[in-house]
């Protein structure tokens, strides 16, 4: 079979494709072999990247193997991962000037400043040596890159900096890249109850389990600052450009292209950017299976753009065997296989972090920088950093750190002393090195291994599912879980000592299935609590609505033998079942205007699939975004709250109309928000209904960031084109977008379907693709494969590799 052929590989052709490829055992005459020289490899070795971009490392020794894997994620993806770096450890203005020395001092407040030794005892034994082993291969091709034997990439000549070396600790001591939860939320809680009470909340988020929160003693909402996170969300946020663009390289040189953002407006984006960072992930018994092996699928939804956040990459040593997807800038993979088990990852919301707020003397009084606690005043422990800046002297900056954690905000001393803002969380502990407690699970042969390592797992809190080839298949939530014994963890809290952590829930109770009746088990950062699981221990209240989970379990119910086939439908399903709630409360509607009368009269008759060529798609998903849940947030939220609540959360503006209490005037608020939206619709696609397609409106095109340097031709070499795509954040394909012009701002990072001891008939793809480098054929080959809904082999023997490979490097230790 050709490269186009085996690319285009849609779910209803695979099924036994694989299999019959397979078979073809001559290879490809195209292959390109290479040799390279490389300092620091201790033996022979060899390279051999697929038609996809699919690197398969073959090493003498698993440290050659991780040593590759970061020489060779440097080859590919140097641009993403040196930023990764510098952005984590606070070293931006070191390369791009002062406009990040804020950004540089906020994300140094995040760093894991803890005992070392701790840390890499966190996670699997021989961890240490695959870290340091990658960030030696990262080295050795920064080393060629300097040397001017490698290419320097484009982004670096348009920010005019230089690749960074590497220390090993620098991939362990950065947290702010991990996902945790719920401060966000907490501080718009505060900001809801101070305006209007904690009953004014409900339209903003929804609890379960069902929950009424209050507000801690000794708070005071009032006091928290609309801008309390201007530090934390500075150091979580991507790098931006735009100051180099429009102002050289000097800070605030030019005003920016847009206004600033106002601290409410930023603090809802980040909030809306974590609840769309979800997953979905299932595993199927072989009792439920066309061939009798079990089947694991995982596709985790992150913000999509260009370079992909993940790489799939495969390892292969004499004691190591794995392949699967990963962020580039870590040794191993996240997610995938080895040659025994599968296992898969998702969000479960456990909630990780704490604002704690302080009362700080009055000035003179029990010295500076101090804070209450208990009965008398502590010191705040206080750290001098310098920040080196390019072009300009370098920078000193103060952090300070309470008990709790670094002190993200102070206001000032009004005469009866002020008030600090400590962050707790658990990237101050040991082994909160996000995706790294994956190291246990490379070398897993069984569930025994798996709990094992599930048990230690850090950040970010996960649902693993597993499957071996014996036929076992199981769930278990992981992840570092405070336990609060006086607290929900839904509000800011005191600092003064009453609301203390007592350490760690021990992972062992959280819950767990193995080997399930039903035959199948699926997660999409649903409440999965059991429900005879203790209130007490409840890990959150904040958690992703039931949309796509009651669709996929509604699927896998329903497929008495599943097939890969099947599984890869599923991951690109476009139905949604919140539609079904929402359309049966205007069933009995009608409207006296012509056009939303067929309006209504094409949502009834939809069957809830949010295709490309829908056009009650798109009349819903525009009613829904941008209309229902401002008009009912209007309507139910008193006015000092509604700015704060924005358009709420369409579950719990849904679940609100679906009450008594709404009865009276839900009509008019449907038909109200109904016809902004038809209108809405007729402004921007014009009068023809017919013509009101959902992907003319929803689509998917991804720049990247340092594009805002180049030129155009160059931008337009670093950015994808423009596609259509189904879908939207409620259905299993899980498509968000941005509401004012629907571009896909989050989805699927990379997909996976594994055949659970037949290896090479699994499939995956990645989005846009493999590269990093624009020039290359990589950078976005993948692209129309993952927005159509079709995958690429995963391949796993050598056989398989070789059939496929496009490139062979020979890679020589250098004498």
């Known amino acids: 079979m050709g490269r186009v052929g085996r690319t285009l590989l849609s779910v209803v052709a695979w099924a036994g494709l694989a299999s019959a490829a397979a078979a073809q055992t001559p290879a490809s005459t195209a292959v390109k072999h290479e040799t390279w020289p490389v300092a620091g490899l201790d033996a022979p070795a060899q390279l051999i990247v697929d038609h996809w971009g699919i690197p398969h490392i073959f090493a003498a020794s698993s440290r050659d193997a991780f040593f590759l894997q970061g020489y060779n994620a440097a080859r590919d993806r140097l641009w993403q991962i040196d930023l990764w770096r510098k952005r984590g450890l606070g070293r931006l203005a070191a390369s791009f000037g002062p406009a990040y020395v804020a950004q540089d001092r906020a994300a140094r407040l995040f760093l894991y400043r803890g005992d070392m030794a701790a840390e890499w005892a966190a996670y699997a034994p021989g961890s240490r040596e695959s870290v340091e082993a ?456 009608s409207s006296p205007d012509p056009q939303v009368r067929k309006a209504l009269d094409l949502l009834r008759a939809w069957d809830n699939d949010e295709t490309t060529g829908s056009v009650a798609a798109a009349i819903y998903q525009v009613w829904v975004s941008n209309h229902l849940g401002h008009t009912v947030v209007a309507a139910a939220t008193p006015e000092a709250a509604r700015s704060l609540v924005g358009s709420g959360n369409l579950d719990a503006v849904v679940s609100y109309l679906e009450t008594p209490e709404a009865a009276a005037t839900r009509d008019a608020l449907l038909l109200g928000s109904l016809t902004a939206a038809v209108n809405d619709l007729k402004r921007g696609l014009g009068p023809d209904m017919a013509l009101w397609t959902w992907g003319r409106l929803h689509h998917a095109q991804f720049h990247p960031a340092a594009g805002v340097l180049a030129d155009r031709q160059l931008a337009e070499q670093m950015a994808t084109a423009r596609l259509e795509v189904p879908g939207s954040g409620q259905t299993p394909r899980a498509a968000t977008y941005r509401p004012d012009d629907f571009t896909q701002t989050a989805g699927a990072s990379v997909r996976l379907v594994m055949d659970v001891g037949a290896w090479d008939n699994s499939v995956a793809v990645n989005t846009p693709g493999q590269s990093g480098d624009p020039f290359s054929v990589h950078y976005r080959d993948l692209f129309p494969l993952w927005a159509s809904g079709a995958y690429a082999p995963l391949d796993f023997s050598r056989a398989a590799v070789d059939r496929d490979a496009e490139l062979v490097v020979s890679l020589e230790p250098r004498k």
């Not at 950062?525 to 609505?545: F, K, R, V």
């Open 134 to 589: 990658f960030a030696a291969g990262v080295n050795a091709y920064v080393a060629e890159v300097q040397a001017g034997t490698k290419p320097l990439p484009v982004e670096f000549k348009l920010t005019g900096s230089q690749p960074e070396m590497w220390a090993p600790e620098d991939i362990l001591r950065i947290r702010s890249h991990a996902l945790v939860s719920n401060v966000t939320s907490e501080v718009a809680r505060a900001q809801v109850a101070c305006a209007a009470g904690l009953a004014a909340d409900r339209l903003r988020r929804k609890l379960e389990p069902a929950h009424t929160t209050v507000v801690p003693a000794g708070l005071d909402p009032c006091v928290v600052p609309a801008d309390v996170l201007k530090n934390y969300l500075l150091a979580t946020e991507q790098v931006s450009f735009e100051a180099l663009a429009t102002g050289g390289r000097q800070a605030q040189a030019s005003p920016p292209k847009s206004p600033p953002k106002t601290p409410q407006v930023q603090l809802a984006e980040a909030m809306t950017a974590y609840e769309n960072e979800g997953s979905n992930n299932w595993v199927i018994a072989p009792s439920r299976t066309a061939t009798g092996r079990p089947i694991l699928a995982n596709d985790p939804h992150r913000t999509v753009t260009v370079p992909s956040l993940r790489y799939i990459v495969h390892l292969n040593a004499p004691d190591l065997d794995i392949i699967g997807a990963g962020e580039p800038a870590l040794p191993g993979v996240s997610f995938g296989h080895n040659r025994q088990i599968a296992w898969g990852l998702t969000i479960f919301y456990i909630d990780q972090e704490d604002l704690y707020v302080y009362d700080t003397p009055s000035s003179g009084k029990n010295g500076g920088d101090s804070y209450r606690y208990k009965s008398g005043y502590e010191p705040m422990k206080v750290v001098h950093e310098t920040i080196e800046v390019k072009g300009q002297a370098p920078r000193d900056v103060t952090l300070k750190f309470t008990r709790h954690g670094p002190v993200i905000d102070e206001t000032p001393d009004t005469g009866k002393g002020g008030h600090a803002f400590a962050m707790r969380t658990v990237w101050n502990l040991p082994g909160a090195s996000g995706y790294f407690g994956s190291s246990r699970l490379w070398r897993a042969k069984s569930w025994a291994d798996f709990k094992a390592g599930e048990e230690h797992w850090g950040v970010p809190p996960l649902n693993l599912v597993f499957a071996d080839t014996t036929g076992d298949i199981g769930w278990s939530a992981a992840g570092l879980t405070p336990a609060r014994p006086n607290w929900d963890g839904l509000l800011p809290v005191p600092g003064d000592g009453r609301y203390e952590w007592a350490g760690m829930m021990p992972e062992s109770q959280l819950p767990a299935l193995h080997n399930p009746p039903r035959g199948f088990v699926a997660t999409a950062n649903q409440m999965n609590l059991p429900a005879d699981y203790p209130a007490g221990h409840a890990t959150s209240y904040e958690w992703a609505d039931r949309s796509r989970i009651t669709r996929i379990e509604e699927v896998l119910a329903a497929q008495p033998k599943a097939t890969l086939a099947d599984s890869m439908a599923l991951q690109t399903d476009s139905h949604d079942t919140l539609s079904r709630r929402a359309i049966a409360l205007l069933r009995p509607l």
